[in-house]
């Protein structure tokens, strides 16, 4: 069942140590998965997902919501700020209406339901796009170092972005649409917090704060939510 619901509501109905490790993928692209333990559409786009998680190509990664819970069971993965930025996705395009499974490819390109082919399509169609900043990660310990330099003038403010996530966990669904089920979900966001604003006028260097062992995103945005410009992942 796809799931449905207007983008102004609260709730619905229906990605340590010592040693340097430096960020290795080229340009690769962010597809974002939204989904939910508990609607009955998701686990095939969940399954896929892990083929993307996988791809050195791009950065995926699985943004939990919580407007399913009422259902019953409780996708303790889900942050209310996800369902927000699934939102906001909706406002900047105008539409009220917000769907699981969605993906969303570069920030731009919205995909309604599992449809794999089509994802890829998009993926493809955005790494081919020519750069407009250079943007790389080294990782120390718990300190990231973000370093950015725009190739050509930015015509806006680019929002600086921390991810984290967990690559991989198991749940078994006891209740709801998905009961009996059991499901491994990859690159399980649990952070997505905004470091701040860069212009491009000068080099971007910062050093960010990443304890624990997760891995870490930062992801270079037009406001709206709109294209993502650039983004790099350490281990």
Not at 82 to 90: D, N, V
Not at 124 to 138: C, G
Not at 145 to 158: C, F, I, Q, T
Request: glycine share 6%; with cysteine.
């Amino acid at each position: 069942m796809r799931h449905v619901v207007k983008a102004t509501l609260a709730i619905g109905l229906c990605l340590a140590g010592a040693a340097l490790a430096e960020s290795t993928a080229d340009r690769p692209v962010v597809v974002e998965l939204y989904t939910s333990q508990g609607c009955a559409s998701c686990p095939a786009a969940d399954e896929y997902f892990s083929t993307l998680a996988s791809h050195p190509d791009v950065i995926a990664l699985a943004l939990h919501v919580d407007y399913w819970d009422y259902i019953g069971w409780k996708d303790d993965f889900a942050q209310p700020r996800f369902t927000e930025r699934q939102k906001t996705y909706a406002r900047a395009i105008g539409s009220r209406m917000i769907y699981t499974p969605q993906i969303i490819v570069g920030g731009s390109d919205r995909v309604e339901g599992n449809q794999p082919a089509e994802v890829a399509a998009l993926v493809e169609r955005h790494r081919a796009q020519a750069p407009d900043v250079n943007l790389s990660l080294s990782r120390q310990g718990n300190q990231l170092l973000v370093k950015a330099e725009a190739l050509r003038p930015l015509e806006d403010p680019l929002r600086v972005q921390l991810v984290r996530y967990r690559p991989e966990e198991t749940v078994a669904i006891e209740r709801g649409e998905n009961a009996g089920r059991t499901m491994t979900y990859h690159n399980i966001v649990t952070s997505w917090e905004p470091v701040g604003d860069w212009t491009g006028e000068a080099p971007l260097s910062i050093s960010l704060d990443v304890p624990g062992d997760d891995p870490a995103v930062v992801i270079l945005q037009e406001a709206g939510p709109s294209d993502i410009v650039a983004a790099a992942r350490v281990d």
